[in-house]
């Protein structure tokens, strides 16, 4: 949505940068009377921290299905509360966003399941120890039974970066860049179609692809802008 960022108290006159605390309450006063100054500006982007803390100190006390559950919520609200464009500026789909949708969706699948093997358990728990350091397990270690998993969470990731990159678009027009979208949301609707169930190499070339467009928009980077195209060009789901 199109905001004010810079706002200004009607009752205290304090002014202050919505893009920095993300409320139009005044926090100096504590009023809910406040003005907009500057030009309506794209922003997404909300001020969210993911910190899993308390949920892994639950590992010890109550079963995995429990934690894996408190672990989902936690994730599904900070994803929730996320976005990339900030004050008109647009962010990187960086790798927190990207382990927090994994986590979610892997807490979901752990807290359902009647009977874990030992791979699938480190899995869950090597996601839940550094999913808000942007930390998550390498492709080859994504047990078979939830590459799916992996899988729909980065689908997911890239339409939602996807999204905001075409609102980005709006102010900031390249018609190459539209079209590599529309290509991209082609092959990310076929991995959805597949309940994600690719291998761990092809969703990770689709959120390549995306952060590749990122920055060719962000920074005008016309090496990433081709490198996207040639990828775009040669990508194949790997079952």
Same mark, same amino acid.
């Given at each position: 949505?199109?905001?004010?960022?810079?706002? %200004?108290?009607?009752?205290?006159?304090?002014?202050?940068?919505?893009?920095?605390?993300? +409320?139009?309450?005044?926090?100096?006063?504590?009023?809910?009377? +406040?003005?907009? =100054?500057?030009?309506?500006? &794209?922003?997404?982007?909300?001020?969210?921290?993911?910190?899993?803390?308390?949920?892994?100190?639950?590992?010890?006390?109550?079963? !995995?299905?429990?934690?894996?559950? $408190?672990?989902?919520?936690?994730?599904?609200?900070?994803?929730?509360?996320?976005?990339?464009? +900030?004050?008109? %500026? =647009?962010?990187?789909?960086?790798?927190?966003?990207?382990?927090?949708?994994? !986590?979610?969706? $892997?807490?979901?699948?752990? $807290?359902?399941?009647?009977?874990?093997?030992?791979?699938?358990?480190?899995?869950?728990?090597?996601? !839940?120890?550094?999913? /808000?350091?942007?930390?998550?397990?390498?492709? /080859?270690?994504?047990? &078979?039974?939830?590459?799916?998993?992996?899988?729909?969470?980065?689908?997911?990731?890239?339409?939602?970066?996807? +999204?905001? !990159?075409?609102?980005?678009?709006?102010?900031?027009? /390249?018609?190459?860049?539209?079209?590599?979208?529309?290509?991209?949301?082609?092959?990310?609707?076929?991995? %959805?179609? =597949?309940?994600?169930?690719?291998?761990?190499?092809?969703?990770? &070339?689709?959120?390549?692809?995306?952060?590749?467009?990122?920055?060719?928009? $962000?920074?005008?980077?016309?090496?990433?802008?081709?490198?996207?195209?040639?990828?775009?060009?040669?990508?194949?789901?790997?079952?």
């Amino acid at each position: 949505m199109k905001i004010r960022g810079e706002r %200004e108290c009607q009752e205290c006159g304090a002014r202050w940068s919505y893009y920095e605390t993300g +409320s139009v309450v005044c926090p100096d006063c504590g009023s809910i009377r +406040s003005v907009g =100054l500057d030009d309506p500006t &794209e922003h997404t982007a909300g001020n969210a921290r993911l910190d899993l803390t308390e949920i892994r100190a639950l590992v010890d006390d109550q079963s !995995l299905a429990d934690v894996a559950e $408190a672990a989902a919520e936690r994730c599904r609200e900070y994803v929730r509360q996320c976005g990339f464009v +900030s004050g008109g %500026e =647009l962010r990187p789909l960086d790798d927190t966003y990207l382990a927090a949708v994994e !986590l979610r969706l $892997a807490g979901e699948e752990v $807290a359902r399941a009647m009977r874990l093997s030992d791979d699938e358990e480190y899995y869950f728990l090597e996601l !839940l120890r550094g999913a /808000d350091e942007g930390e998550r397990p390498p492709a /080859d270690e994504v047990p &078979e039974s939830m590459r799916a998993v992996r899988g729909l969470a980065y689908a997911r990731a890239v339409d939602a970066y996807r +999204s905001d !990159l075409r609102r980005y678009l709006d102010d900031h027009p /390249d018609a190459t860049v539209r079209s590599l979208l529309t290509t991209l949301r082609d092959h990310q609707k076929r991995i %959805e179609a =597949l309940d994600g169930d690719v291998s761990p190499r092809t969703a990770g &070339e689709l959120v390549y692809v995306v952060r590749a467009v990122g920055r060719a928009l $962000a920074d005008g980077d016309e090496t990433a802008l081709a490198e996207a195209q040639n990828r775009l060009e040669g990508f194949e789901i790997d079952l």
